[in-house]
């Protein structure tokens, strides 16, 4: 098992932020008509990698992330990311960002 994101492009296990990844999968269930977006700095095919890894089943976009699409952020949206970035609208890290249905299962 390899602690970097990079090794499940080559094929080697790679652990996946579960609670982060379980939130995505509610909000996508209970918001069927919304857009779930994967953008990298890594590029769209690091991305596609790893939405397909970690989010099979969910209808996912992927795209790089970089100034040419932070525009595309806008206010309201739900933005998660490890990095600093200057988006139109507030930036979750990947701990800090739960949907409600899953912070009720934890409750529970």
């Known amino acids: 098992m390899h602690d970097h994101p990079f090794a499940v492009t080559r094929g080697e ?10 939130s995505i999968k509610a909000w996508a269930y209970d918001n069927p008509c919304s857009l779930v977006v994967i953008w990298s700095g890594g590029g769209a095919q690091y991305a596609r990698a790893i ?11 992927t795209m790089i992330k970089d100034k040419t699409t932070f525009y595309m952020a ?8 490890d990095m600093d970035i200057d988006v139109a609208t507030r930036v979750y890290r990947p701990d800090e960002w ?3 249905a899953t912070a009720q299962k934890e409750i529970e």
């Open 13 to 22: 296990t790679y652990k996946i932020n579960e609670p982060l990844v379980a």
């Open 51 to 61: 939405a397909d890894v970690a989010l099979p089943g969910v209808d996912v976009v």
């Open 74 to 81: 806008r206010s309201g949206d739900i933005v998660v990311d």
């Open 98 to 100: 739960v949907h409600p």
